[in-house]
Nanobody, 122 residues
Framework: QVQLVESGGGLVQPGGSLRLSCAAS????????MGWYRQVPGKQREFVAA???????TYADSVKGRFTISRDNAKNTVYLQMNSLKPEDTAIYYC????????????????WGQGTQVTVSS
């Protein structure tokens, strides 16, 4: 089993920045790809970004150029640097992880965190 714990959410003004972190623990040898999804209550969960153990990255079009995903393999932690935030970025952000990248991209990853709230508002 792998446990994922997110941190770094909060309230930020439009145009501001936040950095989310997700620390993995447990059987971390069983995962290679990690990523982020977000969800607004009443709406479908939306892919945000993913990164492989070799640091190949994939982004949703809605966040390209504004968000950057990175990882520290020594710390088993993935980060999401969010810049130029917009009100439409407001959501609960979930970290996920799996051995296979395709499962992350199809929202079927084996491991998910509890989520952290990001609110972009003036």
């Amino acid at each position: 089993q792998v446990q994922l714990v997110e941190s770094g959410g909060g309230l930020v003004q439009p145009g501001g920045s936040l950095r989310l972190s997700c620390a993995a623990s447990g059987s971390v040898f069983s995962i290679s790809s990690m990523g982020w999804y977000r969800q607004v209550p009443g709406k479908q969960r939306e892919f945000v970004a993913a990164i492989t153990v070799g640091s190949t990255t994939t982004y949703a079009d809605s966040v390209k150029g504004r968000f950057t995903i990175s990882r520290d393999n020594a710390k088993n932690t993935v980060y999401l640097q969010m810049n130029s935030l917009k009100p439409e970025d407001t959501a609960i952000y979930y970290c996920n992880a799996d051995r296979f990248l395709w499962k992350l991209l199809h929202s079927t990853a084996e491991y998910w965190g509890q989520g952290t709230q990001v609110t972009v508002s003036s």
